[in-house]
């Protein structure tokens, strides 16, 4: 009896020192908004100011905000990718246009370039025939 006693205040003792160690040097030097104590901060759910009921209002409050924000945040990314969809759609437009642009110049371009042909193959027949015609 005497001894299960003992080693159960010595395994509390070593849990105690490991909590201790465990905290970080920056967590024991912040100071409690809330109840003012030295070593959690204002979240921490261990802190005996916790569940009062402002606190928990304010927690409310701030969890409420961060979900407008959310909101707005989805929102506007739903407003850019939109506006992107709206431009993507316009330059392809803008490319379909450019492209027909190009095959119907290049089609004047063909057909100049064929009439050229023609037309020096008319010269080049018409002096062959009189070419003939002199000798
Ligand atoms: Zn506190």
Do not use: W
């Amino acid at each position: 009896m005497m001894m299960s006693l003992t080693l159960q205040g010595s395994a509390d003792e070593e849990k105690k020192t490991m909590d201790k160690s465990s905290v970080s040097p920056v967590v024991k030097s912040v100071r409690c908004g809330n109840c003012k104590e030295l070593g959690h901060p204002r979240t921490h759910s261990g802190c005996p100011y916790y569940y009062r009921q402002s606190e928990v209002e304010r927690r409310q409050a701030k969890a409420s905000e961060n979900l407008k924000r959310r909101v707005e945040r989805a929102k506007e990314n739903e407003d850019a990718l939109e506006l992107l969809t709206r431009s993507e759609q316009i330059l392809k437009d803008r490319k379909q246009t450019m492209l027909a642009q190009i095959r119907a110049e290049a089609e004047k371009v063909e057909e100049e370039f064929n009439d050229q042909i023609r037309q020096l193959n008319q010269v080049v027949k018409r002096r062959e025939k009189r070419k003939k015609k002199t000798t």
